[in-house]
């Protein structure tokens, strides 16, 4: 039977001290973030009267979750690195070490938080994010708009029309062209036998009707020879309707906006019809969702490890090195994105690589400061 193990004073005491100093730095590091320039436009719309001082607040909160996101490694690394830098300065670890504890019995209750916190940082870009997203779109009152191309293609991947959407928001969309390629094919070419051009539609869950249409049907010499109106039309019909519908829905949202049940159908979606960048993209990220809250863990080691210092041994190198980390983790992240986007790495590599890092250099400075 698993047994774990006695919590003690000292648990007690190192959880209490690395939660007091995590929670400071969090909150410094949101103060930072939302003050230079979040602020301040919030509160210019509030003396300008756009915003109530209540929804002043609600912008506040809602930009509050996706600081948070990224606060938690921070402040993590920060906290534990202040604390245990503060024991050994006034050679509380000594003591520890000679009172018999191993450094991962001391590690213990550092973890035990960590894992709180990776609880934390997966529910907040899960769901929180998401939510707060929606909040602030309703808020500022978000219209959102894409261009957006669909493909039908018939089971052995060759193109049966195109639906190119000029415009489209909320629900409506404007200035569509339908390209339709029929049953007329060559050897070398699949021939399109009709053009329509359709002034609004709506797309629906089992098919898109376009209205006000032009219709212009080509001959076989590539030339439209008759112009037909068209009241309303219906295209991409069934599954086809619900697939291009989907996709249309998503491109006009960025990843931060969606919980990881909707991503993980999406990615699904992306996979079936081929879309192979956007597919890698939306993979990579759907994985960092995963990843990185346990970069938290990682932090609070290095940052423990970072905290035992030798008494001639200059302190603020360690701050140094775990300001470096917090900057090459989150500057590297674009570029990762990019690797996956373009297929060089895949998706799970690119999203691991962080952690493989991280781990990297707990082992390197574990056995560097011969803990």
Known sequence: MLKFPKITIYDKYIFTQVFITTFVAILLFSVVWIAPEMLLKTIEKTLAGTY???????VLAYELPKIL???FPVGLLLGSLFTFDKLSKDSELTIFRAVGLSFKRILAPVLVFSIIVTVLCFITYDKLIPMAEVGLNAI???DTTTQYIYTEKDEKNVPQDYVIVSRYSNGEMDDIIYLDFGERRYTDVHELTDIYYAKSGHPFEDKWTLSDISHYEISNDGIFHEVKHIDKMDVLKGESAANAHKLMVYS???DREITNADLKSYIQLLKKENLDEEYR???NKYYQRFFHPFVCVLL???GVILGFSKP?????VGFVIAIGCIFAYYITLPFFDLLAAKGVLPPLITAF??????????IALFKSKDI
Do not use: C, D
Not at 52 to 58: E, L, R, W
């Open 52 to 58: 109530t001082p209540a929804t002043a607040v609600k």
């Open 69 to 71: 996101g990224k606060a």
């Open 140 to 142: 500022k009152g978000k």
């Open 252 to 254: 006009t949202k960025r």
């Open 281 to 283: 993209t939306m993979l």
């Open 300 to 302: 609070a080691i290095l």
């Open 312 to 316: 001639r041994e200059h302190r603020m």
């Open 353 to 362: 690589i962080p952690l493989a890092a991280f781990s990297g250099a707990i």
